[in-house]
């Protein structure tokens, strides 16, 4: 009897071209937590100064108190400090091997993809390691910057070279997506030259995220998606698989 298991896996096998598109829960599995949702490091809760966490991120904030910014944006990478890509990430990584047109667009800031080693890939959100000046061309890594600090390093940090204030290379609430990756999109959406999309552990809540799944649904290219539980794009999907991210994606491929 034909499963949407065994038909996912048909399809992953016959595709030429595969367009993941991936969040949270997909390095979930390497002990990430997410910031809401199960296992999120704010759940049902405020910062210590009484704001929403997306507020506490936000560009608004950033401006008036950086520290503030600084300090959640340090709790998240210190939750996330030393974790390392996942089966999940490797996976996509051959799949890309094995068929090279195939990309990735993530919401994730967490540079998995990059470690695992895909190479067609979108950080729409950007890249939480990449740190760089405001005031100068200085650019480092969070790890450099430890690195150079023999105490307690102070939030927000300061330029080494010009004095001027740090901060990482990631998309904070109420800014614009970075010109480059969306670029990147908007060319692959107007082609959409794949064969098969597979959405692993996000709630979509971005148009931009939900906006492949929808373009995909009305060209009748297949969608799947990994989620144990209903997002807002289980209603376009051709094969909803219920499951962690990795263990559903070792699957899919070892099994196609």
Same mark, same amino acid.
């Given at each position: 009897m034909t499963t949407p298991l065994s038909s996912a896996q048909q399809l992953i096998k016959s595709a030429k071209s595969v367009l993941f598109i991936t969040g949270a829960g997909l390095s979930a599995d390497s002990g990430l937590p997410t910031y809401r949702g199960v296992g999120g490091l704010y759940e049902g809760q405020r910062t210590d100064e009484g704001y929403a966490i997306e507020t506490a991120l936000s560009a608004s904030m950033f401006r008036r108190h950086p520290e503030i910014t600084w300090k959640y944006l340090w709790q998240i990478g210190s939750a996330c400090y030393q974790a390392k890509f996942n089966q999940g990430h490797a996976i996509i990584a051959d799949i890309e091997k094995n068929k090279p047109n195939t990309w990735v667009l993530t919401q994730n800031i967490d540079g998995f993809h990059h470690q695992a080693g895909s190479?067609?890939?979108?950080?729409?959100?950007?890249?939480?390691?990449?740190?760089?000046?405001?005031?100068?061309?200085?650019?480092?890594?969070?790890?450099?910057?430890?690195?150079?600090? #023999?105490?307690? %390093?102070?939030?927000?940090?300061?330029? @080494?070279?010009?004095?001027? =204030?740090? +901060?990482?290379?990631?998309?904070?609430?109420?800014?614009?997506?970075?010109?480059?990756?969306?670029?990147?999109?908007?060319?692959?959406?107007?082609?959409?030259?794949?064969?098969?999309?597979?959405?692993?552990?996000?709630?979509?809540?971005?148009?931009?995220?939900?906006?492949?799944?929808?373009?995909?649904? #009305?060209?009748? %290219?297949?969608?799947?998606?990994?989620? @144990?539980?209903?997002?807002? =794009?289980? +209603?376009?999907?051709?094969?909803?698989?219920?499951?962690?991210?990795a263990e559903m994606l070792t699957t899919l491929w070892e099994m196609a």
């Open positions: 190479k067609n890939l979108i950080e729409i959100h950007g890249r939480a390691e990449r740190l760089y000046c405001l005031d100068c061309d200085f650019q480092s890594t969070a790890e450099q910057l430890l690195a150079n600090y #023999q105490q307690t %390093i102070s939030l927000p940090p300061h330029c @080494p070279q010009c004095g001027g =204030l740090i +901060r990482p290379d990631v998309v904070l609430f109420e800014e614009m997506l970075p010109e480059k990756a969306l670029s990147q999109l908007y060319q692959l959406l107007d082609t959409m030259p794949f064969d098969v999309v597979v959405v692993v552990g996000t709630s979509a809540q971005f148009p931009y995220i939900q906006q492949p799944v929808v373009i995909a649904k #009305q060209l009748g %290219i297949p969608v799947i998606e990994i989620n @144990p539980i209903d997002s807002e =794009l289980s +209603r376009l999907a051709s094969y909803h698989l219920r499951g962690g991210a």
